[in-house]
């Protein structure tokens, strides 16, 4: 695909052809505004794309840190107009992880845009990158990982 | 990195300096090999690294269909050895989406791989591609989206 070509919404995964690939986990948010200021504004994300369904009440939302061209790597958002519970965290899913080039800074700053610290940044082996773990606005656990030495 | 070079285990999520990305979804499961007959043998991902942590008494399984020299974007199953109880699932999590090139194929292969098919394939939207879902054995909900026209 050329910079600037337009993209189908509907084939947004792209076309890799035999090559199967992980492509977004989701999780249903009750805030779309605190979870996109976490998300986008927080930890550096960009909406690909948002629909809203009038017809079942939802809207999807697609984040990610990359774009269009190899088919995204992407959190999906999904937030039910309706819902007035707050959703339940069962004890099997664990987290979504993140790399970042520096775990303190980001575990600083998502406290400042609705993530709660859990774990503070540490080595879990010696010699290794730097882990932290966030909650952020639902509750999913976030953990970010060094990926600069 | 060159192929064939050794990666140094501590540093798998790789050095991409300033471009946070997501790197893996985190899930707990309570038979790995049940796991990975699931998610190895029949969605074709391969173990990227396990570790057996003898003093906190449980494992981490990466898997994988990419390779170590991007920075793998995968799944990481965490096995608790001592863990006796099935693992609840809350209303939050919602699931993983993996692009495959032909769903049909996928959804009928992974009930012989101990997957419980879900949702049976269907195109979601007009024109769009076929999805559909297949729980895992430890009942994830896994989205097979089509990724190939």
């Known amino acids: 695909m050329a ?7 509907r084939w ?11 492509l977004h986990s989701m999780v ?11 998300y986008c504004d927080g930890l550096g994300m960009s ?9 079942g009440r939802f809207s999807l939302i697609f984040l990610s840190y990359a774009g269009y061209r190899d088919g995204p790597a992407a959190i999906e958002l999904t937030y039910n107009w309706d819902q007035a519970e707050p959703y339940t ?4 899913y664990g987290h979504i992880a993140i790399g970042v ?12 845009y609705g993530g ?12 290794g990158p730097q882990m932290a773990f966030v909650k ?4 999913y656990s976030i953990e970010l990982i060094q990926i600069r030495r």
């Open 47 to 55: 909406v690909l794309d948002r629909h809203d369904i009038e017809a």
């Open 89 to 92: 965290h069962g004890s099997g």
């Open 136 to 139: 952020d606005p639902d509750g």
């Open 116 to 127: 709660t610290p859990s774990v503070a940044p540490k080595h879990m082996v010696e010699g």
């Open 12 to 22: 947004i995964w792209g076309e890799a052809g035999e090559r199967p690939r992980l």
């Open 3 to 9: 910079d600037g070509e337009t993209v189908d919404w």
């Open 28 to 38: 249903r948010v009750r805030d779309v505004d605190a979870s996109l200021r976490f």
């Open 101 to 112: 080039p520096d775990v303190r800074a980001a575990y600083e700053r998502l406290a400042d």
